[in-house]
């Protein structure tokens, strides 16, 4: 739950993991997660310094959603002396909110008072593979 000025929101944020071992074939990982954020980080990119202002989500700007979907594939090799890895990401949000500046300048008149915020969907992909090697500590009594 999430109260500020005029906005009241309630988001469920569910997660779900699924993971499934076969003997030979390695271990398979599926997951759905839903994020909900609930202030905004503004930056004002116009200088040298970049500006930062952590702005609360309002009836106007609501909060920052995103779903992430992930696969993933774990095997051993070499007689588990090595770990072979992979993922992929793939995030989809809604109601990204940041200021404006060029756009305020350039095409929307402006009186001096009001900020200009655009709201927008994102989307990220991402992935990663990893080979290693797997060191066993051993202690000797």
Same mark, same amino acid.
């Given at each position: %739950? ?32 839903? %994020? ?12 040298? %310094? ?42 989809? %949000? ?48």
């Amino acid at each position: %739950m999430f109260k500020a000025h005029d906005a009241f929101y309630i988001n469920p944020e569910p997660r779900v993991s699924l993971n499934y071992s076969f003997d030979k074939i390695g271990t398979f990982s599926a997951s759905y997660t839903v %994020m909900s954020k609930y202030n905004h980080a503004l930056s004002k990119n116009e200088q040298l %310094m970049r500006n930062l202002v952590w702005v609360p989500a309002t009836s106007q700007y609501k909060p920052e959603k995103s779903y992430q979907y992930s696969l993933g594939y774990l095997k051993s090799l070499f007689r588990n002396e090595y770990s072979f890895q992979t993922h992929i990401y793939f995030k989809t %949000m809604k109601d990204l909110v940041f200021f404006c500046h060029l756009i305020r300048i350039v095409i929307l008149p402006t009186d001096g008072k009001k900020n200009y915020w655009v709201a927008e969907r994102g989307k990220v992909m991402d992935g990663k593979l990893c080979l290693k090697k797997i060191e066993v500590n051993s202690l000797e009594i």
